[in-house]
């Protein structure tokens, strides 16, 4: 008989780069057997940097709950990312701290991502949708990566904040990509990981103080405008501020969007029967179809929290001071929770798909959820509507220990005739 023994160490980057199954599989056996086990640490991103903690993994969806929604005992002022960013998480603005700076920060942007405003978007972004399959329709193959998934976002984020030059619109996207691909190979010319990431936000951050400036000057009726304008305890933002928020904002919409649209479209690739069934009845449909999708690949893979006082869970003391990783990956999985939780159903009702894509609820829960999902329903319905004949090839997975990325796909399909 043969043994076969789970790797658990989720701590290198080598670990990393093995196929994705691999790290199901070690989430499944930590689940079952060891669900809050201590990993060693990381390795550095930088060799001038010392990166010497280990951290707790989390692997089951009842802790991940219990961590997310308990902000003073479990603490983002210290850092969100396995891997330590000095300095540079204080870029990451108000997603790196606690309640109340948290709260005050968060809300002078959270009004233009409810519900009600994401609405009022629905007409303008579904064109932008239209507009990146318009010029691809006609090409019959290539990158669906490159010509759709970075696009939408792209564009979408670009409109947010009043960019309209098209050089520069493609300069954010490759930035956005790059601040989210530390660790892949792909980047690895520029320098080590905390450089890769360094060098894109600070250039991302360039971008903002020039627009700030810019809009604090002549105001017009983009998110820019607004957040430029904006009071942040009693004061404006500085235009760094603005910048370092533009940073993130232009992470956390372009990255795991794209990368759960490329998710997105090889599962229904690999179930052409439930394809059809959700294109039988799109409107009723597709919501239930993309919180599958999230659920099955989330393209967040973890957060991180930082332990206030000792805390004991899931029979382990966790010491004030410890990094605590939260992996959706893993969560999203668990069979405490989801029924046949290997397998991908859109037919799983959202009352029994109470996924953690989007974090695991609590203050930090993520701010673009609405728009995300209307990003995501447009592109699956034009997508599927204009690419006639759709054949989806292998997916080039990101190696990254945060997200679960895809950096090339190709794809084909009976041309469009113009
Ligand atoms: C499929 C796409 C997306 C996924 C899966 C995703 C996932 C996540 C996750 C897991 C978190 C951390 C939650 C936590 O720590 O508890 C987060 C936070 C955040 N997300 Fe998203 N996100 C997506 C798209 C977006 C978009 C489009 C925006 C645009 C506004 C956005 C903005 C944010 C912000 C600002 C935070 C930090 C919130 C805070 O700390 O208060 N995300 N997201």
Sequence with gaps: MTTYTVDTNLSPVSFWAQPRQVHLDAFKWLRENQPVIWNDPPGSLDPNLDNAKGFWSITKYAHIKEISCNPKVFSSADGIFIDDFPQLESMLSFVVSDPPRHTNFRNIVSAAFTQKNIKKMEERNTAIVRSVIDKCASLGEGDL????????????????FGITDEDEIKYVMDLAEQFGAWSDPEFAHIGSPLQVFADASSRLSEIALRHAEERRKNPSEDLMSWVAQAQYEGQRMTVEEVGVFFALLA?????????????????????????AYLMADFDNRAEDAINECLRVEPPVMHFRRTATVDYELGGQTIKAGDKVVMWYLSSNRDADVFDRPDEFDIRRPVKQNPHQAFGGGGVHYCLGSMLAKQMLRAQLWEVHTRLKNLEVGERTIMVSNFLNGVMKMPGKWTPEKR
């Design 145 to 160: 990566c490159q010509l759709i998934t970075k696009e939408v976002p792209g564009r979408i984020f670009a409109s947010y």
């Design 251 to 275: 992470g956390a919409v372009n990255d795991p969007t794209r990368h759960s649209a490329a998710h997105m479209l090889w599962l229904f690739a690999q179930h052409p029967d439930q394809l």
